[in-house]
Structure formats: structure tokens, C-alpha cells
């Protein structure tokens, strides 16, 4: 498998990612972004649940933390409401 080739997300590489955005939040600048380090390192956190495709890159995971989870995470982080964000993730 090579990094080249399009991520293939499951439902537990997801949520693990957010989760550790979440537990890593205090890294985000204000308009919700990470730093690549931070991407990175959740590359690796996330690594043992790859079932699929590539292994994820921390550009891999900032690709999908902007098209899926940002938004999500905004919305409903700025409630406090961590749980919604994990359910409301689920349904991509």
C-alpha cells in the first residue's frame, strides 16, 4: 500500500481521530485547526485500527478533519457537547 493512494476511512479510524483532536484541542488555533504536528501524531495514534486502503498521513487526517469532522466539531464543541460530536460523526 502506498501513502499515494486515496484514504479508505472506517468508522473507528474516524472516531479516533476526533477523539484525539478533542483530547489535543487546547493545540487548535482559533478557527478549529492543528498545527501538522498535531495531524501527524494522530496518524500514529490511529494507525493500529487501519483495517484498509493506506496508512494514514497526518495530511490524510487534516483532509478529513476539514471535510468531515471540523465542522462537527465547531458547531457543537463550542456547546461543550462532546457526546454529540462522537454521535453525530458516526453518520459519515
Known amino acids: 500500500m502506498q501513502t499515494s493512494d486515496k484514504a479508505q476511512w ?6 479516533a481521530l476526533l477523539d ?5 484541542q487546547a493545540e487548535s488555533g482559533d478557527a478549529g485547526n492543528f498545527k ?4 501527524n501524531a494522530a ?16 495530511k490524510m487526517c487534516k483532509n ?3 471535510m468531515v469532522c471540523h465542522r462537527e466539531f465547531v458547531a457543537l464543541f463550542t456547546d461543550f457537547d462532546v ?4 454521535v453525530n460523526i458516526k453518520h459519515y
Open 36 to 39: 501538522m504536528a498535531t495531524y
Open 83 to 86: 457526546f454529540s460530536v462522537e
Open 20 to 24: 484525539y483532536l478533542v483530547v489535543h
Open 64 to 66: 478529513k478533519w476539514v
Open 10 to 15: 472506517n468508522e473507528s479510524e474516524t472516531s
Open 43 to 58: 496518524a500514529t495514534a490511529i494507525a493500529p485500527l487501519l483495517n484498509k486502503g493506506p496508512k494514514k498521513t497526518g
